[in-house]
C-alpha cells in the first residue's frame, strides 16, 4: 500500500487535511503529522532559533521505504518539496498549494523579491506575542484587515505559535534552493494555487511549476492562499484526483 504524507501550513495543525486523509485512508497509508511546535507537539521554545530544516529531517523519519505520495500546503509545500529532494526515488507524486519555496525567483525577479523581504523580524518577548509580526504577516497573504477578520481562538492560535511560525519564515525566506535544483525532481507534481493570491507568490507558483520537468500547474479563480481551508472541498477533490491517477 502507497503513503500518502500530509503537511500543513504554517500556523495551523494537522487538522487542516483531516477530510482528504480521511478519504484517501481507505485506499492509502495515511501520515498527517503535526509539524514541529503544533498541534499535540510540544511547543517549540520561545527565543531558541529554529530552522524549516528540522522539520524536514523529522519527516524523512516518517517514510520508512514504502512509495510516497506528498501533499502539502504553504510552507507544508515547501517542506514537501524539501522531503522530494531528500528522498528521490520513493516519491510517487507531489501535490501543493502555494508552496513558499523562494528559491526559485532568480535575478530577474527583483522587485518580487524585494516584495517578500517586505515582513520585519520578530520581536521576542518571553511575556506576549508580537502582535504586529502577525498581523502583517497575515496581511501581506490575505489583504487589508484580514487579521481582524480572524475569529478570536484564531488569532489566539497564532499567537501561541508565533515565534516559531516567524522563524520558518525567517529560515524559508533566504532559503536557495534554486530552480536547477527543483529541476532535478521527477515525480509528477501538481502545484495549485489561487488567482486571488499575493502576487509574489503566483511568481513563484509559475516560476516553480516552470522548473520541474513532470509539473502542472493550475489555479483556481476566485481563491486566495488559504484555498485549502477556505475552499477544501474543490481543493481537496482535486488533490485526490491526483494522487489516485498516480
Known sequence: MTRVLFMHSGGFTSRQWKRLAKDLGGDHEVVSPDLIGYGAEPPWPGGTPFHFHRDVERLLT??????????GHSYGGLLATQVALA?????????????VTFGVLGPED???????????????????????????????????????????ETQQAFRDVGWKLSQ??????VDTTSRATYATITAPTLVLGGALTQPAEMQVIQRLSAALPNGTLKVFPGMGHMGPITHGAEVNAEIAAFVRAH
Open 168 to 173: 520558518e519564515v525567517a529560515s524559508l525566506s
Open 62 to 71: 516518517m517514510l520508512d521505504e514504502a512509495p510516497t505520495h506528498l501533499v
Open 110 to 152: 527583483a522587485e518580487t523579491r524585494a516584495e517578500i523581504d517586505t515582513l520585519p523580524a520578530y520581536h521576542y518577548d518571553p511575556n506576549e506575542a508580537d502582535e504586529e509580526w502577525l498581523a502583517g504577516f497575515v496581511t501581506w497573504w490575505q489583504g487589508p484587515g484580514a487579521w481582524e477578520r480572524l475569529a478570536p
Open 87 to 99: 528522498r528521490p526515488s520513493q516519491i510517487r507524486s507531489i501535490a501543493v498549494y502555494e508552496p
